[in-house]
């Protein structure tokens, strides 16, 4: 009985049922495995571990940390329930160690005459923000296919394209195109990474949405430049 089919029928062995269930989907990782990588417990697939509720990530998203995978969730900094505001990241995005999302909960007045949250000691300055608000820039979004490079820092309310690049220890303060590398202190764009026309193209495409099976049989042409050879 070589035939896995039949094996798979016949067993009632649960490890080698799910060792043939595992040799016959053959459709990349198990994007509900915490760690992908057999005994390499420093890259996770980012979703399996957020405890987080107001953090969005889609599947197979990873996060690389040369310490601990935790520290994903300790790197989004000021995010508090009261300020409502959510960290969206999309699918197949890369982030590297030490990546930073510095979110909402961190804003201060700056209209005023004062940054100074005087209002947060209370001892008769309780009252030094009735009627005024803090500053929420929205939602943090990133998109798909989205790479961000070791350190860099994120600011609240920003959106980054689908299929970005951010270099290593960018801060990046301004909202990022699809398919735009960005780098430095404000982050600017360095160049694009496709001319229009093929940028159009991949945003229509929208590749992180096939199934498991068709982005298995592109693999090559997604790791090419040639659209042409993209198959059904």
């Known amino acids: 009985m070589n035939d896995p089919v039949i094996v798979l029928y016949f067993t009632t062995d649960r490890s080698l049922l799910r060792q043939l269930m595992k040799i016959m989907r053959m459709h990349g990782p198990d994007k509900n495995e915490v760690f992908p990588l057999p005994h390499h417990h420093k890259l996770c697939f980012l979703k399996n571990i957020i405890t987080t509720p107001n953090i969005e990530v889609g599947e197979y998203t990873y996060y690389d940390d040369l310490e601990d995978v935790h520290n994903f969730e300790r790197n989004v900094k000021y995010h508090f329930e009261f300020t ?130 068709r982005i298995t049989r592109n693999l090559h042409v997604l790791t090419g430049g040639n659209l042409n050879l993209i198959v059904p």
């Open 84 to 213: 409502g505001d959510k960290l969206k990241i999309g699918k197949f995005c890369m982030i590297a160690s030490g990546v930073s999302f510095i979110m909402n909960g961190a804003n201060h007045l700056t209209k005023s005459l004062s940054a100074y949250p005087f209002a947060i000691f209370g001892n008769g300055w309780e009252h030094a923000m009735d009627g005024r608000e803090y500053p929420v820039k929205g939602d943090t979004v990133i998109g798909n296919d989205v790479w961000i490079g070791h350190k860099a820092t994120i600011m609240p309310g920003i959106t980054i394209g689908d299929g970005a690049i951010i270099a290593a220890h960018s801060v990046v303060i301004n909202n990022v195109e699809p398919y735009s590398i960005v780098g430095g202190n404000p982050a600017k764009v360095i160049r694009k990474r496709f001319d229009d026309e093929t940028i159009d193209h991949l945003l229509e495409l929208r590749w992180w949405d096939w199934s498991e099976e």
